[in-house]
C-alpha cells in the first residue's frame, strides 16, 4: 500500500495528535522470503517509481531482499538495489533548480 497524494502524517487517537509518516513495504522479487526458484523481479522502473510515490512527503520505503539460507543477499538483489541507487540520488554533477 502506497501513501496518499498529500499525506498529513497527522493522526488523531483518544483526542490527541501524533506524527506518524507513512511506511510501505515492497518485495524487489516475487516473495517475501527467499526461495531458489525466484527468477522474477520488479524492474528498475517500477521500483523507482514506487519510491517516488512512497517517499514523496518524506514517507518511508523499505525494500524487502531476502537472505539466502547462509544469510546473504542474493547477488541479483545487490545489482538490482544497486542500478536503483543510481536512478534515485542524483549525481553530484547534477544541476538543480536551487542553483
Given at each position: 500500500?502506497?501513501p496518499?497524494?498529500?499525506d ?11 506524527y ?22 520488479k ?8 519510491y ?6 518524506d ?14 543477499i ?7 538495489l ?9 549525481s ?8
Amino acid at each position: 500500500m502506497l501513501p496518499a497524494e498529500n499525506d498529513p502524517k497527522l493522526f488523531t487517537h483518544d483526542g490527541k495528535q501524533y506524527y506518524m509518516p507513512w511506511e510501505s513495504t515492497v518485495c524487489i522479487s516475487q516473495r517475501w522470503f527467499f526461495h531458489t526458484t525466484d527468477t522474477v523481479y520488479k524492474s528498475i522502473d517500477e521500483l523507482a517509481e514506487l519510491y517516488h510515490i512512497a517517499t514523496r512527503n518524506d514517507n518511508i520505503l523499505i525494500l524487502n531482499c531476502p537472505p539466502n539460507r547462509e544469510g546473504k543477499i542474493r547477488d541479483k538483489d545487490v545489482k538490482t538495489l544497486m542500478q536503483l541507487k543510481e536512478r534515485i540520488v542524483p549525481s553530484p554533477h547534477t544541476i538543480t533548480d536551487a542553483e
